[in-house]
């Protein structure tokens, strides 16, 4: 048997007195008080999976590790190293780094972590690391306002802060460190076992129009700014033998193309959907359609779990939990739950 344990270690949000894994006796989700109150919150996103193989001698369960994956790092202060501290968790015997997408709250600790490894690791991410990336943070600022500038055209807007900019990856520090970076824009096998195959999507292709958008921007390949697409968003795919468990980082391909991606590859049901669903500032449109998506979908067992966290928004939460459909559960996650999912 294989048993995969996936550690929430950097979350928007410590919450330390949740018990709807007990309401609803939802058997895969460990919680402990006392770790989360010693958690640290902050605006990113961070997991660590690890894999193991249960031989069950009827006295006793023994565990043998099989591999140990971070998908996603956190952001800039560092909470997903402050967290595996707090939780007795080891980085030093991790096997491999996903990236979701070369955003700072999903890469900010990025340097530290592999440093804290201190051994050769192959690190997965997009060629789209490799772009600067800019960043609104001010409504005075329209997408008008950066399409087509230079660096110097945009310069006081960064001296103000009414924007901000993110530096490329430094592929010579990583190396430094330890880490082999593996630009992928493909299906890449990340574990490929006969009971669980864990796989990083490709770029994902964009069919539906209310999940496009225009208003993100990075230097490219010509010196100015251009709309930046995201190409590299990518999601963490757990394919077990009889089910899908859906690991997002920011999903900035939007829900429902991510959905489809997966659906062209396995015809295997979803029984959970873990992360980043982007939708914040979805419209009612698009948050009704993401729910019939949703509804649609091929369930394991007729029920998908849904933990829409960190960059989703409340409105989307509460569009589930409002609807009460059946064979949908929604609930949020606090830094230092764990989920525990046996073969």
């Avoid at 340097?111 to 991410?125: D, F, M």
Wanted: proline fraction near 2%; glycine fraction near 6%; aromatic fraction near 10%.
């Amino acid at each position: 048997m294989i048993e995969i344990e996936i550690a929430l270690l950097t979350n928007n949000l410590v919450k330390p007195f949740q018990k709807f894994h007990k309401k609803y006796k939802l058997n895969f989700i460990q919680f402990n008080k006392l770790h989360v109150t010693q958690c640290l919150a902050e605006h990113g996103l961070g997991f660590l999976l690890t894999v193991y193989e249960i031989n069950d001698s009827g006295d006793f369960e023994e565990r043998k590790q099989l591999s140990k994956i971070i998908f996603d790092v956190g952001g800039t202060n560092l909470t997903y190293l402050h967290n595996l501290s707090v939780m007795n968790l080891l980085v030093n015997d991790v096997d491999s780094i996903v990236l979701s997408h070369w955003h700072y709250d999903h890469i900010g600790g990025l340097y530290k972590v592999l440093e804290a490894i201190e051994h050769q690791i192959p690190v997965y991410t997009h060629r789209y690391a490799e772009f600067e990336r800019i960043f609104r943070r001010s409504d005075d600022v329209q997408p008008s306002d950066l399409r087509g500038k230079s660096y110097e055209e945009i310069e006081s807007f960064l001296t103000q802060s009414k924007i901000v900019n993110q530096e490329p990856i430094d592929l010579d520090l990583i190396t430094q460190l330890g880490g082999n970076v593996k630009f992928i824009s493909e299906d890449t096998n990340i574990l490929n076992l006969e009971e669980l195959k864990i796989w990083a999507s490709g770029e994902i292709p964009r069919i539906h129009a209310d999940e496009d958008f225009s208003d993100y921007f990075s230097f490219q390949d010509n010196g100015i700014l251009e709309e930046d697409k995201i190409l590299d968003d990518k999601c963490l795919i757990l394919e077990f033998q009889d089910r899908i468990i859906l690991l997002n980082g920011c999903c900035h391909s939007g829900l429902k193309n991510t959905i489809d991606y997966i659906t062209s590859h396995t015809a295997k049901p979803f029984s959970q959907i873990i992360g980043g669903f982007h939708m914040a500032s979805a419209s009612k449109n698009s948050l009704n359609s993401t729910l019939n998506h949703l509804t649609d979908l091929p369930k394991y067992e007729n029920r998908l779990y849904l933990f829409p966290i960190h960059c989703t928004g409340d409105k989307f939460l509460r569009l589930l939990q409002c609807n009460q459909i059946g064979s949908l559960q929604a609930f949020d996650l606090s830094v230092g739950n764990v989920f525990k999912f046996k073969s």
